[in-house]
């Protein structure tokens, strides 16, 4: 170890991890320690340009302890659910050589050295993005890197699963199944790929970060929660869950938009009532996401077959999947007629991701807003009203892929040096 080089050393390592969106939903678990699910799930991994977590870990004889930073912020890293994550890395690192800057750790080294974490997210961990899932998931990618792990994703997944669910599904690009698994150790409870981002590399992804002033019910109490007082619940987890897992595997395999876009619909809407159905009842949409729902609906039945797939988490935001660009363009001029920023905002912060979508819509400034007609299927139905200022921003983006090293120093959120955040 570094006492018999003599010499200071800081190992680092950096991974860029992107974040997901469930289709069918993980809701409800059977083992709240291990963090078990009671159904199987499916996710669209989302464009890491857009919505991902980079972290940076590091490893030194000199730490005292282990320390995390999120956003520039130092944080408590003695969370059940952060150890659990951290003893499962340790258990199964394994000697790390570095000739070069005289570095040597043996596997019985790990259990001593402490580690350094920095964190950061690309988009507002407080609009409700799933900031967990990409953070746990980076945790994890990131640190197995460090300490050598030699486990494939899969295992991998089964270990960021144990810091938040639905971090498990942020181990892979694409379109993602997490198998709930039959084992009371949780060890077939792992995330497989069911295809890559290019195999279905047309589908355009709008995220309405929906203006919220309400305190929202974590995941973690409101699933647990919806098991322990919905009966509807059950019937979902046994009944309807394993059929749409089957039928959206076969939607993704063959690109068929109309049955991805019914089950994702169908899904978000059923995970909604479950809650609906908790005591006391948990309401996560609010009124702008059952005015987005309703527009989405209305288009779909006036082309007669689904043009996009709407599906919301455990919060007010939607989010909208469109066939292509040029059906995401179409959505994107519904939206902003519906949905028109305030006076005081400007468009190029209204509208962000890929501004290409915003230009194939035919939208360059806010006199093009203003001028949006009503779409057609609403033509009949004056007065049409406004919800100005309702959304906060839009985010357009697309299918994404997994984690990937960063191996650029300047993309590092810790000094390679000292170890501590830049
Ligand atoms: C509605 O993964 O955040 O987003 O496992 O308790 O950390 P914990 O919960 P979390 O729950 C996600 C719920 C969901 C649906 C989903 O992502 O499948």
């Not at 993602?176 to 355009?204: R, T």
């Not at 929660?225 to 749409?244: C, D, G, N, W």
């Not at 619909?265 to 996560?284: E, G, M, R, W």
Request: some cysteine; glycine content about 6%; charged content about 25%.
């Amino acid at each position: 170890m570094a006492e018999e080089s003599g010499k200071k050393w800081v190992l680092m390592v950096t991974a860029q991890t992107p974040t997901n969106i469930a289709v069918i939903k993980y809701w409800g678990k059977r083992d709240e320690k291990l963090i078990l699910p009671i159904n199987d799930s499916i996710s669209v991994t989302l464009d890491p340009s857009h919505l991902c977590t980079t972290t940076s870990v590091a490893v030194s004889p000199d730490f005292t302890h282990d320390r995390m930073w999120l956003n520039g912020k130092e944080i408590s890293l003695s969370g059940g659910r952060y150890q659990n994550c951290l003893r499962e890395l340790r258990a199964r690192a394994s000697e790390v050589e570095d000739e070069e800057k005289g570095i040597k750790i043996t596997k019985k080294d790990w259990e001593k050295l402490h580690v350094h974490v920095a964190s950061y997210n690309n988009f507002p961990t407080a609009a409700g993005l799933a900031s967990s899932a990409a953070g746990f998931a980076c945790l994890v990618f990131s640190l197995a890197k460090l300490m050598n792990v030699k486990e494939d994703q899969s295992k991998l997944s089964a270990i960021a699963r144990q810091g938040s669910g639905s971090a498990c599904r942020s181990l892979y690009g694409g379109f993602v199944k997490w198998i709930m698994g039959k084992e009371e150790d949780g060890s077939d409870s792992v995330a497989v790929q069911l295809a890559d981002e290019n195999h279905w590399d047309d589908l355009v992804i709008i995220i309405a970060v929906v203006s919220s002033r309400q305190k929202e019910t974590s995941s973690t109490s409101g699933m647990l929660e919806t098991v322990e007082t919905s009966m509807l619940i059950q019937h979902r987890a046994k009944e309807v869950v394993p059929k749409r897992i089957i039928q959206m595997e076969e939607a993704i395999k063959n690109r068929d938009f109309p049955s991805f876009a019914r089950l994702s619909c169908a899904d978000s809407n059923q995970f909604h009532a479950v809650c609906l159905d908790t005591s006391p009842p948990i309401f996560y949409m609010n009124d702008t996401s059952h005015r987005i729902i309703s527009c989405v609906e209305k288009w779909n039945r006036f082309e007669g077959t689904p043009q996009v797939a709407y599906t919301f988490d455990a919060g007010p935001n939607a989010v909208l999947i469109s066939h292509n660009r040029k059906t995401a363009a179409l959505l994107l001029q519904r939206l902003l007629f519906h949905f028109p920023p305030n006076s005081d905002t400007d468009l190029n912060s209204y509208v962000i991701g890929d501004k290409t979508i915003l230009q194939d819509a035919g939208i360059q400034n806010m006199k093009d807003v203003e001028a949006l007609a009503p779409p057609p299927e609403i033509k009949d139905n004056i007065p049409t009203q406004k919800y100005k200022g309702d959304v906060s921003y839009f985010i357009c983006t697309k299918p994404g892929r997994g984690p990937v090293l960063l191996t650029d120093e300047c993309q590092a959120l810790l000094d390679p040096k000292t170890g501590l955040p830049k």
